[in-house]
Nanobody, 116 residues
Framework: QVQLVESGGGLVQAGGSLRLSCAAS????????MGWYRQAPEKQREWVASITSGGSTTYADSVKGRFTISRDNAKNTLYLQMDSLKPEDTAVYYCKVVTRPGYDHWGQGIQVTVSS
């Protein structure tokens, strides 16, 4: 079992930046499947970005070139740097890790609001 706590959200104007953090309750160095998801009002939760234990990253087309996912294993923390934010990025953002196949762990979610 691992607990995840997100922080760093808030309100920002279009074109601005935010950095989300996801602090894990235990070591993450051996966890290969880590990523960020988001869910806007009245919409299904969608995948945003992923990072492997080796540092390989992938991104949804909607955020590619604007968001950067990273991890600091020494601090047991996952990050999402969000630049050039758009109103359509407004959503609750969730950190996710998979410790074993079929064992998903989610953070509580954190609000990101981008104004026009």
């Amino acid at each position: 079992q691992v607990q995840l706590v997100e922080s760093g959200g808030g309100l920002v104007q279009a074109g601005g930046s935010l950095r989300l953090s996801c602090a894990a309750s235990r070591s993450i160095f051996s966890i290969n499947a880590m990523g960020w998801y988001r869910q806007a009002p009245e919409k299904q939760r969608e995948w945003v970005a992923s990072i492997t234990s080796g540092g390989s990253t992938t991104y949804a087309d909607s955020v590619k070139g604007r968001f950067t996912i990273s991890r600091d294993n020494a601090k047991n923390t996952l990050y999402l740097q969000m630049d050039s934010l758009k109103p359509e990025d407004t959503a609750v953002y969730y950190c996710k890790v998979v410790t074993r196949p079929g064992y998903d762990h989610w953070g509580q979610g954190i609000q990101v609001t981008v104004s026009s």
